[in-house]
């Protein structure tokens, strides 16, 4: 009966935060900005010694300046990048990565 007493509280606590972590499971992130037809995205996987370091090229033909969000599938960390009209800006996402391919998630608003 002690030992119920006691084990009762932590298992309390174990189901609240099991049932908080399953209802935030579910919920999908919402989707980047399209990316304008003038604002150009590639990706290269660029080979340094150990690795490869992955890169995203953002080249923004359009009239306007160009704010875009860039992760990837290796680093899902959104980084916020300000892309000036007429320029090319390149993001490096990961440094040293075993893995050569990578897929990029670039989202953009004009401004």
Not at 58 to 66: H, I, Q, R, T, W
Request: aromatic share 6%.
């Amino acid at each position: 009966m002690r030992a119920l007493i006691l084990t009762l509280p932590f298992a309390i606590a174990f189901a609240a935060a099991t049932s908080a972590e399953a209802a935030d499971a579910g919920a999908p992130a919402p989707p980047p900005p399209p990316v304008p037809a003038c604002v150009r995205v590639a990706t290269e996987s660029r080979y340094v010694p150990y690795g490869y370091n992955h890169v995203v090229i953002l080249e923004n033909g359009c009239s306007k300046n160009a704010v875009c969000t860039v992760a990837t599938d290796v680093n899902p960390e959104k980084r916020s990048v300000e892309v000036p009209a007429g320029t090319t800006v390149e993001v490096t996402t990961f440094m040293g990565s075993a893995s050569q391919t990578f897929v990029a998630s670039v989202g953009c608003t004009l401004r």
